[in-house]
């Protein structure tokens, strides 16, 4: 089969052939000037994209590291931590500050369904006597294409004192996120999503409060240390040799993503996912999310009765070269999930419909052809 | 000033053309069948370099991550641990041990020369008692030009229990290193070195010792964690998100390193290493390290009386674009180094000391030029 893959993970995700070329440009010193002028100009271009004007540090990690960053600078051993999930990565924040000591109450929600703000935020105000230091809570939910609405859930808990502590990994720049504004104390995200660049970078803000907590804390820090990324910081340099190429790419997709500006971006993720929903519904599938909860980031689909989901990604693969996600743990087999994050174009997106139209149809679901393509078409030309 | 910078720091090195193509290949699923053949891949390739047939785990993180990785996997808190310091590396593992925990005594040595192998010894057979957990040591310290004999240490403490724990970020590949042979526990390793890619992957080599002492270890894991790591990789995955675009190019990068040969690059490295110390001695200049324990991956000059190193760097960078690595703590503009790894040319080489004898010549230092200059040509001839 000729041509590119078609990647529709929700991360890692195409990259524009812009941040290819930025990073394929030579090595540069990293306690020099040129990666001083990166390291400053890309730090406060993602404040910008968290609207914060408080600290945001750069690991070369995974985004599990920097969850595990915020666990390890901000929470002590012995600490009473309230983890909310909603499906995997809730449950690996849950998992992180376990590890490291803390006394974790989870919040369980079964997965498809966002948290119950009103539960959480009930929850919380029984705690009187502020024994809770820290509420963990994903944004958007990967592994099931639900996110919370954090922004409710931390106004209702007021004046607790809790760091507030968010995972929007996958949701940074696909799903409106604003710090300050919200009172988020601590916020993990990562490279490989809406910020186009290959996995290895991650980024990790806190608030002000957060940092005073982190005086404090017990856990020991090194590779994490957000004292020592502060201190090395203000040089322009990071305490140990960074992933440079993928900074480099981080500079480029960030000039990219203001020429398009924010509000553009979150716009374009809302008007993609509505395309793949309406489409996919029109086409008679059920979504594991619904719809004033589902995410910009990734779309689940139930497979449909007699049909194996990992049957469809496989004849999806083999025939059409498109990559999409499978189900995890209760939901392996059940459900595929559609990336519709970072630099994916929307034409594109109508093609991989098109390709699931007559993959549906191949596997004996009781699909006419066109049905969804249709209602993708009228989508997009509505628009125009 | 037109034309590409010469990039001579003992990391980040100057990347392949070969290797940046490979790096702007598009991005494949990281639980997909792509990026499976790759991990398994290049682990096997990296497990020739060390010449082991155990373990090898491949990290998204800076070389001081897999240091805090050999620490937490490996250590508990309350061990006694010997860590032998030559340098700031040397010292950094030595902090890392005891932020997480353990008891540190600290065998250090004068910057600028190698530990002593027989008090290193002395010390071990010492500890009947066999206390000592874990023995850290550099195998070439970066900050001064100057490598251990590990093989010799190794070989001298013989049955004492320890584990023998070896930061070979900047010799692996450069320097010979024969894990297995050699009675080696622990080998920490990292991309921006011999292994000719940007920086953001680094190794981790354990033994089966080593496992053992882990399933017994009482430091909190999980982004760093060996069972998890190894567990994934039976799968041919990572736990979390890899450097998708980096292992693409550490896999071509050992593809070069195999057309080369192994017994090729080493014996390259080395002779860099004289070639730039034989000139540099012709020239009038001080090393920082004698010749039997002398950095095959970078070259310690003191700045002759008079002129500060840092001086030089700035001419060198101002005038010629030459990117050099000045001296740390108390060296800090006493020495300038040179590194000579990786992905350099020997005529690069020859240029960059060509434009040495210019700057010191400019700088008021009595060399008369040609000097350094016909002995790096004699040199090159020499083994043509």
Same mark, same amino acid.
């Given at each position: 089969m000729i041509g590119e893959q078609y990647l529709l993970l929700p991360g890692p995700t195409p990259i524009p052939d812009r941040v290819v070329r930025a990073m394929s440009k030579p090595m540069v010193n990293h306690r020099g000037p040129e990666?001083?002028?990166?390291?400053?100009?890309?730090?406060?271009e993602i404040k910008q994209i968290y609207h914060t004007n408080q600290y945001v540090l750069i690991y070369t990690a995974?985004?599990?590291?920097?969850? $595990?960053?915020?666990?390890?600078? /901000?929470?002590?051993?012995g600490d009473k931590v309230l983890a909310v999930s909603i499906g995997v990565f809730g449950d690996r924040f849950a998992k992180i500050a376990e590890t490291f000591g803390a006394q974790v109450e989870k919040m369980q929600f079964p997965m498809g369904q966002p948290a119950d703000p009103d539960a959480v935020i009930a929850r919380v105000k029984e705690?009187?006597?502020? $024994?809770?230091?820290?509420?963990?809570?994903?944004?958007?939910?990967?592994?099931?294409?639900?996110?919370?609405?954090?922004?409710?859930?931390?106004? %209702?808990?007021?004046?607790?004192?809790?760091? /507030?502590?968010?995972?929007?990994?996958?949701?940074l720049a696909a799903l409106d996120l604003r710090m300050d504004e919200w009172g988020l104390d601590v916020v993990v995200s990562g490279s490989q999503k809406a910020f186009m660049i290959p996995p290895g970078l991650s980024f990790l803000a806190f608030s002000e409060k957060a940092w005073q907590v982190h005086q404090k804390v017990s856990n020991p820090n /090194?590779?994490?240390?957000v004292s020592n990324g502060l201190k090395y910081l203000e040089k322009g340099q990071?305490?140990?040799?960074?992933?440079?190429?993928? /900074?480099?790419?981080?500079?480029?997709?960030?000039?990219?993503?203001? $020429?398009?500006?924010?509000?553009?971006?979150?716009?374009?993720?809302?008007n993609y996912r509505n395309m793949v929903r309406s489409t996919v519904k029109a086409m008679g599938l059920q979504l594991l999310a619904e719809d004033e909860h589902a995410s910009t980031a990734v779309t689940?689909?139930?497979?449909?009765?007699?049909i194996e989901a990992d049957i469809i990604r496989k004849f999806m693969l083999e025939k059409f070269n498109i990559v999409l996600a499978g189900g995890q743990q209760s939901l392996a087999n059940v459900i595929f999930r559609i990336g519709h994050l970072g630099y994916v174009r929307q034409l594109?997106?109508?093609a991989v419909l098109a390709a699931l139209e007559i993959t549906l149809s191949k596997l004996g679901y009781p699909v006419?052809? %066109?049905?969804?393509?249709?209602?993708?078409?009228?989508?997009?030309t509505d628009r125009l």
């Open positions: 990666f001083k002028k990166i390291i400053t100009r890309v730090t406060e995974s985004g599990s590291g920097a969850l $595990e960053a915020a666990v390890v600078n /901000f929470i002590s051993p705690d009187i006597n502020g $024994e809770i230091k820290a509420i963990l809570i994903t944004h958007n939910e990967t592994s099931t294409g639900v996110f919370n609405d954090i922004k409710k859930i931390r106004s %209702g808990i007021k004046d607790h004192p809790a760091l /507030f502590m968010v995972d929007a990994v996958s949701s /090194f590779y994490w240390d990071t305490p140990f040799t960074p992933a440079v190429s993928l /900074f480099q790419g981080l500079d480029e997709a960030l000039q990219m993503m203001q $020429e398009e500006g924010l509000e553009n971006i979150l716009l374009r993720h809302k689940s689909v139930v497979s449909p009765d007699g594109d997106l109508l006419k052809k %066109g049905t969804g393509l249709i209602y993708a078409q009228d989508y997009i």
